[in-house]
Every structure is written in C-alpha cells, then in structure tokens.
C-alpha cells in the first residue's frame, strides 16, 4: 500500500469510529426525558429576571469584592515577600502557603463561623462582607505571587534609574516599578478574576436568604423545588456569558504582551 | 556651595561583592568643574566606583564624600544627596511607561516638589539643549538609542544637578549614534558641569578630560592629566591596557 492510502484509511477508521459512538448515545439516549429533565422551557422561563436581577448580580458583586481586597491584600503581601525585613518575609511566606494549601471553603468557613464562635468576633457585611473576606485572603496568596513575578519582571536598572534621580524606595516603587509591573500580570489576574467567580459558588455555605443567593445557590435551590435540571443549565449558561468574554480578553492580553516583548 | 569643599571625594574605599574584592581601597576627588574620565579594563571596578559615588552600591569600608557630605553615616538624607547628583547609565534605563516629557518631570515633581508647569517648563529647556524637544509627546520605544540616552541625560539635568556621573554612557550604542551623545556630553563640559565619566571613548577622555584615571585589579593606577595618562603612562599595567585598547 502507498503511505497517503494507507494514512487515508486510518483517518477513515477514526472517523467511522466516531460515529458509531455518537450513533450509539443517540439510539440508547432516552431523549423525551433528557429534554423534560434539563430543557424544560417552562421552567427556565420563570427564572426571569431573578437569574440576571439577583442571581447574576450578586455573583458579580461578590466576586468583585473578593477581588479588590484579595488585590490589596496581595500587594502588601508581595512588597512584604520583597522586604529586606527578614520577619516580614517570612509572615508573608506562611500566609501564601498555608492559603493555598486549604479549600477556599475551609477559610470561608473559618472567617464565617470559625472567628464568631472561637473569638466571638463576627466579620460585618453579612454574606458579602463574610464570603469576600473569606474569599479574598485565599485569592490574596495566589495573587501576591503572581504580583511579586510582576516586580521582578521589572529590571533592576528602573529601580536604579528612579532612585539616582532622588526618588525614595517608595515612590519609585509607586510611580516607576509597580506600573510596569502591573502590565506584565494583567493576564494572570485577570485569570484570576475568572476563577474567583467560579469560587463565589462556594458562598452557599453561608446561608443564604433571597435576595443574597449567587447563582449556584440560586439555581441548585429552584432545582430542588421543581425536581428538574433546568435551572442548572440555565445558570451554567450565564456563567459562561460572564466567563467566556473574560478568557477571550485574556488570551487577547496575552497576544498582545507578547508582541509588545 | 563651598567651592573649596570638593564636590565627589573618596577616601580609602574598600567594596566587596561576597567573597570577591572588587575595590581595594580607593582615594579619588573630582574638583568643581572638573570632567575626569576613569579608564581601565572591564572587572576593573571603575563601574563600582562610580555607583558608590551615588551610594548604588554600599561600600564595605572607607568614606564616600559629596560636597562634604558623608553618604555613609546613616544619618544622612541620601535621597537629597543624590537628587543633586545626575546619574546616566549604559543602558539609559528610561521609564518605558511614560512619554519622554514624563520621564523628565516625574522626578521634578515628586522629589523637588515642582509645579506641573515648572517641571515641563524645565523639561522643555533641557530637551531643546539635547535637541530632543520634538520628540518631547514619545515614548521611548520609539527612539534611536541615541536618541534614548540623550533624553536619559535630559532626565538627569532636568533636576539641576551639581554634577553628573556617565556610566559607559556609550557603551550600548551603535557605532555611529555614538557621536551625538558625546557631543551632548563635551557640551555640558563647556559649559563647567562637574563630571566623572566611565568610558572606553579614549578620544573624549583626551579632549574633553581635565583628568584620566586609569583603575585594574580595584586601584587606582595613575591619575593626571589626559596627555600624561594616554600618551606617556608611567606604570606597564597603563601601557598594555592602552596599547590593547589601541590596536582595535
């Protein structure tokens, strides 16, 4: 046999393959009930507005939240990481580790309920103040590695340069350094951001009344009072209306650093 | 300023780098007005030397001295010492991320504590003397390294300083954008800036030098002016860096 035929018929078997699987699942599929379980159009249509004007909503404020204190966290976190002051590296060592070596869900339990009933301290805010802390002091330990790359990604003669020209280590930091470090991990944070709104699911474990459910929580509950999957493909739809956009912005960010290099 | 107080002395500099001796004990003044060029191999330490001036690298041992200040008390205000000290680099080490005119104002504003319109009033007369004032709304990037290194000395003079230190200033440039950086440099020479440059261009150092130091091995070898130094050098080490130097 020549090479091109004998390459042809492998494709071909490949392909046979293929539709027998797709073939198969539709033949033993019992389609009448999948669609009644997951596509039922009555149901999906109750879920509006509530799964924009609530649900949406607060997934978003929740993960915009957990976002703006995990940044700040992070940055205090990555210029400790940078001290020349040895105990401060070391505290912010631990903390990135430890975070990252828990569940997000043990810390959201853990500033939710543990501080309450262990020290009494109850955090403000209720489920936002709660969950976006909770939330926030894991995306911080992530973060604060990715920012800290940023500023050593920025050559040293900047720094140099800065300070030459009388400028203190801070305001060099403030002004020449972090500006340029921040264009570097634009991508990553905001590979960041989309995985903290997938995480915001995780909020259900605080109870939750009506008006404070995200999506997740909001769906999972109209799936236990219809008996029906609906509603879990609904919000999984509008999870990917708000994170499809986001990683396309991503990959777009990264193309363009790489050109910019 | 006291013109008897020398504006950069030196006294017994000793700089290590972990276990590598890179000065061994160095005693050099640059007078007011004086342009010195300081010669000599590479792993010389005429590099170090230079950035211990401005305290970019802390010396071990001895004293740095900047118009009578002492930059190694601790007491001392360092950021004030250095903003009247212009610093140009090898690698010119713009800010990337600001417009040439930023790049000249920014320190202006936050350590002089200038007015916006002063410092870009400011800005526009040291570009218009480097002759980059039409590039003024660029961002580096776009410039020629020669270009780049003129508005690098722009930044320095736009802060008004009392001397200016040139680390291999042309070292990272094309052969034939060397010029227009030198020119810029011999014209601040004229006009009775106090410098000590780094350099390999034995040219500028003959012309434009009051003084030549010739450093190897982390001393000073010999010290004098330019025609003594790179024409009738005293010590073998001069003659065979000059000589090597020469056959290029």
């Known amino acids: 046999m020549k090479k091109g035929t004998k390459q042809r018929l492998r494709r071909g078997t490949l392909y046979a393959l293929l539709l027998a699987i797709v073939f198969a699942i539709a033949l033993l599929a019992d389609w009448p009930r999948i669609q009644r379980a997951f596509f039922n159009p009555e149901i999906a249509v109750e879920m509006f507005p509530e799964v924009f004007t609530i649900a949406a909503k607060n997934t978003l404020l929740y993960t915009f939240f957990s976002f703006a204190f995990g940044l700040v966290l992070a940055l205090v976190l990555a210029l400790m990481k940078r001290s020349t002051i040895r105990p401060y590296r070391w505290i912010a060592t631990t903390y990135i580790e430890l975070f990252r070596g828990l569940p997000a869900l043990v810390t959201i339990i853990l500033i939710a309920f543990g501080l309450p009933i262990a020290l009494g301290v109850s955090i403000p805010g209720g489920t936002l103040g709660k969950g976006a802390i909770g939330l926030g002091i894991v995306a911080a330990a992530y973060m604060a590695e990715t920012i800290r790359a940023g500023i050593e990604a920025v050559p040293r003669g900047q720094m140099e340069a800065a300070r030459s020209l009388g400028m203190s280590r801070a305001t060099a930091m403030a ?9 570097v991990i634009i991508p990553p944070l905001t590979n960041e951001l989309v995985l903290l709104i997938k995480d915001t699911s995780l909020f259900f474990v605080l109870g939750t009344t009506v008006v404070t459910k995200e999506l997740t929580k909001f769906g999972r509950d109209l799936m236990n009072t219809t008996f029906n999957g609906t509603p879990l493909i609904v919000i999984a739809l509008v999870y990917l209306i708000i ?3 986001m990683t396309r912005l991503v990959a777009q960010l990264e193309k363009r650093a790489a050109r910019a290099r | 300023m006291d013109s008897n107080v020398p504006p950069i002395q030196v006294l017994e500099l000793h700089k290590y780098f972990g276990e590598l001796q890179v000065l061994r004990g160095i005693d050099f003044q640059v007078n007011a007005r004086e342009v010195v060029c300081v010669i000599g191999p590479s792993g010389s330490g005429k590099s170090t030397l230079l950035r211990c001036v401005n305290l970019l690298e802390v010396p071990t041992a001895g004293k740095v001295l900047v118009e009578g200040i002492d930059l190694t008390d601790p007491e001392t205000d360092v950021d004030a010492v250095r903003a009247r000290i212009g610093m140009v680099f090898q690698q010119f080490n713009l800010f990337p991320h600001l417009t040439v005119q930023s790049n000249l104002t920014i320190a202006q504003r936050k350590v002089l504590n200038r007015s916006e319109d002063e410092a870009n009033e400011v800005a526009r007369n040291v570009l218009e003397r480097v002759g980059m004032l039409d590039k003024i709304d660029e961002y580096p990037i776009r410039l020629s390294g020669g270009q780049m290194q003129r508005v690098a000395i722009a930044r320095s003079l736009s802060m008004n300083p009392d001397m200016m230190l040139f680390d291999e200033p042309t070292s990272a440039l094309d052969p034939e954008l060397v010029g227009e950086v030198l020119d810029v440099m011999r014209g601040l020479a004229e006009e009775g800036m106090t410098m000590m440059v ?19 091995g982390g001393v000073v070898v010999e010290d004098g002016p330019p025609d003594d130094v790179l024409l009738n050098p005293q010590h ?10 020469l056959r290029q």
Do not use: N, S
Not at chain 1, 175 to 183: E, M, S, T, Y
């Open chain 1, 175 to 183: 002004f020449i350094v972090l500006p340029q470090a921040f264009r």
């Open chain 1, 243 to 245: 994170t499809l956009p």
């Open chain 2, 236 to 245: 073998d080490r001069t003659q065979k860096f000059l000589q090597a130097v």
């Open chain 2, 198 to 216: 780094v350099t390999h261009e034995m040219g500028f150092a003959r012309q434009v030098g009051d003084r030549v130091v010739f450093m190897d």
